[in-house]
């Protein structure tokens, strides 16, 4: 028996800390000739191979695990005994493959994008829109019970500088000689916002010289900018279940007995001797948490600091809401309030551990070697509206996933306008769906239905493929441990050239040799199922056709 092949399909079970894995989740796949002999004399890969068993369902050969790998050798013609329990499941599986129950249900709430609506999203924004949607995607399919929020800043000096400026502009838009306040907004959209508002209500909310600008103008402002926000993320693809205003957190509730969520957040830091006065603030004991100083929660002046309300925002998450678990996706510029504001939640209720924060880097876009940073239409910013009018969103969705979160990343626009798959990562899978769903289709006409006995699968190409597709629910249970989606686009690319290379290989549709024919549609089908959900889980579309 010594002279029969066998074909070792790798695949991952758990990759922590492995040290024959580098960066990160990844797969070897290798393919060698080796005799029975060999395999079962545990001479291959001797350094992972801790202990043996038999192949399940009676299948010849051994097959090799450790905690971290689980290998197969088997008899060529035999390992697909192995697979055939694991494709049942993919079948039955479907548009679902890929799911885990290891959420068992726990409330998770993903709290991201959540920008000052005070000005258009920008790429940056973008980039964290894509990491928290792709998150919750991945958390969804993991079993746990998901809530996307959309933070709303709409109160305190930032909004109160946007109302400022918009009335400035409003001003000047019915031929005032107004001033712009020097910490305002200079933008172009502002200009554009005022114009509007004065073509549809002309001088209804003009004040007499030198007074402030009306509320209602103020509000009238932010709601344009938010459903301006709206439409960019709609875009993109992202819906919230919650759009929550900051402006609530100030608002009795019949739930706290009239107080507000702030009220009853800084009455819990006092009970729990959390709070100082002192210089005419009130402080936060950040010191009795570790950290290296206290934090103001109310200036002198009377006025609540941004961290005050981002305290009760928390409080509203863990106390009133009774999320388990809460994930907020921020910009690495905020990198010193996770400490405090980790400590902030735990003190007024929240669960020791129940806040993770996810830090996310900044955007490059680049054209070739030449960076860009400035938009050629308003020589402001770039925006995310005009990235996703250049590229598209998936093109957009897959590019911003691709490195990690912690990971600066460059955007090329040159590859990401590229139609050519070889070029462009996001169009080489979606290639390799829409060239499933053509051969299913091509079968079809043929009269060959997907529906053959997986057992007459004997090529490497073949196994290696059933192998990449069976990764899949490993890698959405480590994505949602870890928290780190981007791994995605990754194995969507191993999967796509996985495919390519079975379909370059095994001619699938033989009209001479039917049974194997189906055997090898069901496979193609099976294929075309995980590129879809892989795609789905990025947020982009699997298309039929290309």
């Excluded at 050969?61 to 697909?80: A, E, I």
């Amino acid at each position: 028996m010594s002279g029969n092949k066998i074909y070792s399909p790798f695949v991952v079970n758990h990759a922590r800390d492995n040290p024959f894995i580098s960066g990160g989740l990844r797969v070897y796949r290798e393919y060698r000739d080796l005799g029975v002999a060999e395999a079962t004399g545990g001479k291959v890969h001797a350094q992972i191979i801790r202990t043996t068993k038999a192949c399940p369902e009676g299948g010849s050969g051994m097959h090799y695990h450790d905690l971290d790998f689980q290998m197969v050798f088997c008899l060529k013609g035999r390992s697909t005994v192995w697979f055939e329990g694991q494709g049942e499941q993919h079948f039955e599986a479907g548009d679902s493959w890929g799911d885990s129950e290891v959420g068992n249900g726990v409330s998770v709430q993903v709290e991201f994008v959540s920008a000052n609506p005070t000005g258009p999203l920008h790429v940056a924004n973008g980039r964290g829109a894509i990491l928290g949607d792709s998150l919750a995607r991945v958390l969804s399919a993991a079993g746990y019970k998901v809530q996307r929020e959309y933070y709303i800043n709409d109160a305190g000096t930032q909004a109160r500088i946007f109302g400022t400026t918009l009335y400035a502009r409003y001003e000047q838009a019915l031929g005032r000689d107004s001033h712009v306040p020097d910490d305002g907004y200079p933008g172009e959209y502002m200009v554009e916002l005022a114009q509007k508002i004065k073509d549809e209500a002309g001088d209804a909310y003009l004040q007499a010289e030198g007074e402030p600008g009306p509320a209602e103008l103020h509000t009238i402002g932010l709601e344009a900018m938010v459903e301006s926000i709206r439409g960019d993320l709609a875009l993109l693809g992202i819906e919230f279940d919650r759009w929550f205003s900051e402006r609530s957190l100030f608002e009795g509730r019949e739930s706290l007995g009239g107080k507000t969520p702030y009220e009853a957040a800084i009455d819990r830091l006092r009970a729990s001797d959390y709070v100082t006065e002192r210089e005419g603030a009130v402080w936060f004991a950040s010191t009795k948490f570790g950290e290296d100083k206290d934090n103001v929660l109310v200036r002198s002046s009377g006025e609540p600091t941004y961290f005050a309300s981002d305290i009760a925002y928390h409080f509203d998450k863990f106390v009133e809401r009774g999320f388990d678990r809460v994930i907020d996706v921020w910009g690495a510029d905020h990198q010193g309030h996770v400490a405090r504001t980790k400590a902030a939640t735990t003190a007024v209720g929240g669960p020791e551990g129940g806040l993770d924060v996810l830090l996310f880097q900044l955007v490059h876009l680049r054209r070739g070697e030449e960076r860009i940073k400035m938009s050629k239409r308003t020589g402001e910013i770039v925006t995310l509206r005009e990235l996703l009018q250049e590229v598209g969103r998936d093109v957009s969705r897959f590019f911003m996933l691709q490195r990690s979160a912690d990971a600066q990343m460059d955007f090329d626009l040159d590859l990401a306008t590229s139609q050519d798959p070889r070029k462009n990562p996001a169009s080489y899978v979606k290639y390799a769906h829409a060239r499933a769903a053509s051969i299913l289709r091509n079968g079809a006409e043929e009269g060959l239905k997907p529906d053959g006995d997986v057992q007459l699968l004997d090529q490497p190409e073949e196994f290696a493929l059933i192998g990449e597709m069976l990764r899949l629910p490993e890698l959405v249970e480590y994505m949602a441990e870890r928290l780190e989606p981007h791994h995605l686009t990754a194995y969507a690319m191993e999967l796509a050239q996985s495919f390519t290379d079975f379909y370059g290989a095994c001619r699938v549709i033989d009209p001479d040799n039917k049974p194997v024919s189906r055997a090898r549609l069901s496979l193609t089908l099976a294929a075309k199922t995980a590129l879809a959900r892989t795609l789905d889980l990025i947020g982009v579309d699997a298309p039929e056709s290309m």
